[in-house]
């Protein structure tokens, strides 16, 4: 005689309909949607700070290789001479560069380059120059002698290195002076703006704002129009 049942039923759990299942990849998608640009901006937050840190440990090399050197600025690495504060043209040695020994005494690639620049995307006819930051000329003489620290007026509103646009950066040297020389017609030296669009801006002076390094050491946001006032650019201006 049995009794019962020897095989206990199976429970089936019930399966998700394929409404359901659009439901959650809908939701899903949604909060990707949302958290996207987030992510994005804080990507791009992160990269301005570390960009401001380089420009910090840079001003300070600077300040350090000043007072070392007769309170003189460097030179500002256009051709090669033997005082350049980078010695990015090709078959020089970037250790030999006059800032180097300040920042910790080996070339890194990294302490002279936007963590956020591209050098692919650089458009400029910049014979090889790779990098992000440029010094400017007003200070790191090319046409005239460098400047002594003293010779600036107002070395904390003096813009001393800029992170350059990708469509002007073809050297060491900014010189945002010459913005508009011919006419116009010459698109050179402007501040970089990547850190404020999706896409940085290249031909409008007027678009956003970039990271600078000032003339005593310290680093800050300014927008790119004031990099072409000479209250920021000129050491003699008062």
Known sequence: MVVGNLYPRRRFRPAFTLLELLVVIGIIAVLVAILLPSLSRARAQAQQVACLSNLRQMGTAFMAYVSDNDRIFPAPAVGARPDDWFYWHPGRDKNQSRIVPYLGGTWQDRNFRCPADD?????????????????????????????????????????????????????GCFAPQNY???????????????????AELRYNPNAGQGNVCFADGHAGVIDRKESFNPHYYNPGAP
């Open 119 to 171: 050098p692919t995307s650089h458009t400029a006819d910049n014979n090889g120059y790779a990098w992000s930051y440029t010094v400017n000329e007003k200070i790191c003489g090319w046409f005239q002698r460098s400047l002594r620290l003293e010779e600036i007026r107002r070395p904390a509103d003096i813009i001393l290195i800029a992170d350059e646009s990708t469509s002007t950066v073809d050297d």
């Open 180 to 198: 508009g020389y011919n006419g116009g017609g010459d698109q050179r030296n402007l501040l970089s703006n990547r850190h404020v669009r999706p």
